[in-house]
């Protein structure tokens, strides 16, 4: 089993910054691709950012420009730099990762509130 552990939510002014952390612990044989998700109140879940073991990275269209995705630490931890923050980036933040054995297992963490003020 893999535990994601996330971090550094809060509560920022409009156009402030907060920078996430995720890390995996446990019974880690290779972890792949970890990913941000975000959920709001009434809202479905969705992707924010994902980056693969070798860099690649992708971006919901709402956060380019703004969001940064970066892995360290022999890659098993995964940060979330968000600048320019916007009220409608509230929400529950949860970290997401495919840990790869024989065959792929996918994790999700607790989440992490992050709350926009206007």
């Known amino acids: 089993q893999v535990q994601l552990v996330e971090s550094g939510g809060g509560l920022v002014q409009a156009g402030g910054s907060l920078r996430l952390s995720c890390t995996a612990s446990g019974r880690i044989f290779n972890i792949n691709t970890m990913r941000w998700y975000r959920q709001a109140p009434g809202k479905q879940r969705e992707l924010v950012a994902g980056i693969t073991s070798i860099g690649l990275t992708n971006y919901a269209d709402s956060v380019k420009g703004r969001f940064t995705i970066s892995r360290a630490g022999a890659k098993n931890t995964v940060y979330l730099q968000m600048n320019n923050l916007k009220v409608e980036d509230t929400a529950v933040y949860l970290c997401?990762?495919?840990?790869?054995?024989?065959?792929?297992?996918?994790?999700w963490g607790q989440g992490t509130q992050v709350t926009v003020s206007s």
């Open positions: 997401n990762a495919d840990d790869v054995d024989l065959s792929p297992r996918n994790y």
